[in-house]
Antibody, heavy 119, light 107 residues
Framework: QVQLVQSGAELKKPGASVKVSCKASGYTLTSYYIHWVRQAPGQGLEWMGI????????GSAQKFQGRVSMTRDTSASTVYMELSSLRSDDTAIYYCARSSGSAYGMDVWGQGTTVTVSS | DIQMTQSPSSLSASVGDRVTITCRAS??????LNWYQQKPGKAPKLLIY???SLQSEVPSGFSGGGSGTDFTLTISSLQPEDFATYYCQQSYSTPYTFGQGTKLEIK
């Protein structure tokens, strides 16, 4: 079945970087965009950025520009999101999700990856 | 950035009630509006895309409407499994911002 499977939970120190993976199965990775969305504890959803796996084009929210990098490995059907210079307020669940275009919503979501930033 | 504002932030209702959640965009977004349902400890689930299109396998009791800046999500007859948090999201221009969420609780 169509699914996105994310890497496991991470514990990082302030100032470090984290790289979360999102592996697609049941469909062709390059046929859909992949978004990254995060959710701090007890808070709402925050859109971080998007990658087009077919051409590697990316876009991100201004608040993350310079700190976030999204890449893909089409041979592994996997997309990666790396967030650097971590702060305590980056503690959140990070989700990947796919969409077929801006006129459509995010119809398949990963299970989420908990990233905890603590000294 | 386009700001999305949902109302109410929380809502208490009973099984069988009809409820409507509203979402307002800070500028026109045509019909680039999506609705999600999230239950505790779970990833969000897409309910409605393009303002009023029902996502596959979503019960027909959910419906969406609106265009421009004002949108609604209506649940025609609340079922026990509908008690959750609901988010709107615009996909008109990046960043694809979400509303702050509406928590629907059992009265």
């Amino acid at each position: 079945q169509v699914q996105l499977v994310q890497s496991g939970a991470e514990l990082k120190k302030p100032g470090a970087s984290v790289k979360v993976s999102c592996k697609a199965s049941g469909y062709t990775l390059t046929s859909y965009y992949i978004h990254w969305v995060r959710q701090a504890p007890g808070q709402g959803l925050e859109w971080m950025g998007i990658i087009n796996p077919s051409n590697d084009n990316t876009g991100s929210a201004q608040k993350f520009q310079g700190r976030v990098s999204m890449t893909r490995d089409t041979s592994a059907s996997t997309v990666y999101m790396e967030l650097s210079s971590l702060r305590s307020d980056d503690t959140a669940i990070y989700y990947c999700a796919r969409s077929s275009g801006s006129a459509y919503g995010m119809d398949v979501w990963g299970q989420g990856t908990t990233v905890t930033v603590s000294s | 950035d386009i700001q999305m504002t949902q109302s109410p932030s929380s809502l208490s209702a009973s099984v069988g009630d009809r409820v409507t959640i509203t979402c307002r965009a800070s500028q026109s977004i045509s019909r680039y509006l999506n609705w999600y349902q999230q239950k505790p400890g779970k990833a969000p689930k897409l309910l409605i895309y393009a303002a009023s299109s029902l996502q596959s396998e979503v019960p027909s009791g959910f419906s969406g409407g609106g265009s421009g800046t004002d949108f609604t999500l209506t649940i025609s007859s609340l079922q026990p499994e509908d008690f959750a948090t609901y988010y709107c999201q615009q996909s008109y221009s990046t960043p694809y911002t979400f509303g702050q969420g509406t928590k629907l609780e059992i009265k």
